[in-house]
């Protein structure tokens, strides 16, 4: 029986590199299945995710306590995972298009993620959550509970042993403390006009300024409202013809399809941080 793992890793480029990880994994009895690399020709940085399997019984713990000696050698930042499923908290609000297709991906085993339950400040979508049957957990918020909810919510990643926690049209902001807790295990997604419209009725303001492009920007949560390192856009073309409702239904369409790419590719280990920015090798 095989046992597959992914590992990923960057640091400085220098020579050797690849040779060193190849070699690691021939003299533990390893098979690589996929190998990609990324040289950052900008910052001379190396980002690389190798699958593998071996025919060995062991587990993550041994073979990254095993790889620290290549890391330290080359100042490798780097991570060995096995093959089971990240673990998934959803939070939203009311609008339910993004939960509702993170659902459907989830039962046709197209996620690479586990949905473990829903949290929201409102009660609107408990019955699309328990119809999955996942548990639903409503924390109100409001400025006097905030801090309280937040909180919660932390309590809450815990108690589900959750990997990763995603804000699907979740309406809140989020504290910078509760944003450093979960950093690189959260995911945004929101509206990307060109230019860009906020505040209230966005769709308005864009069919208000004849907007040839609706889009959406899945990033992780950073305390930089938005503006957190981007895992993947999705843009439609629309035309004059498109009026807010139809905006807004192209809109969700965006927001789903890139928030569901940005879950899996997470999931699958293929996303790595670099500095402001990431590399996702697909």
């Known amino acids: 029986m095989s046992h597959p793992f992914t590992l990923t890793l960057s640091c400085q480029e220098r020579p050797g590199i690849v040779h060193a990880v190849s070699s690691f994994l021939f003299q533990h009895g390893c098979d690589i299945v996929e190998h990609q690399q990324f040289d950052d ?3 001379g940085q190396l980002f690389l995710r190798t699958a593998f399997v071996c025919a060995e019984d062991t587990d993550c713990e041994r073979i990254s306590a095993d790889f620290r000696a290549v890391a330290d050698e080359f100042g490798m930042t780097y991570q060995v995972a096995g093959d089971r499923p990240p673990r998934v908290l959803v939070m939203v609000s009311k609008l339910g ?3 509702n297709d993170l659902i459907f991906r989830w039962r046709a085993g197209s996620l690479g993620a586990e949905l473990a339950a829903v949290v929201s400040n409102h009660e609107d979508l408990r019955p ?14 409001t400025p006097a509970t905030k801090r309280d909810a937040e909180a919660r919510l932390l309590e809450l990643a815990g108690e589900h042993r959750v990997d990763l926690v995603v804000l699907a049209r979740y309406m809140q902001v989020l504290s910078d403390e509760t944003c450093a807790a979960l950093h690189g295990r959260a995911i945004n997604i929101h509206h990307s006009f060109l230019p860009g419209f906020k505040g209230a009725k966005p ?3 864009a069919f208000d300024r004849g907007v040839k492009l609706v889009g959406a920007t899945a990033h992780y949560v950073t305390p930089d409202l938005d503006e957190g390192p981007i895992i993947e856009q999705e843009v439609i073309r629309i035309d004059h013809t498109y009026d807010p409702r139809a905006l807004a239904t192209v809109g969700r369409d965006a927001e789903a399809l890139a928030l569901s790419r940005a879950v899996r590719w997470h999931s699958e280990r293929r996303v790595l941080l670099n500095g402001s920015s990431t590399v996702v090798f697909r």
Do not use: D, K, N, S
């Open 128 to 141: 699309m959550a328990e119809a999955a049957g996942l548990p639903f957990h409503h924390v109100p918020v």
């Open 203 to 205: 769709y308005h303001q």
């Open 41 to 43: 020709a900008v910052r």
């Open 97 to 99: 298009h993004c939960l």
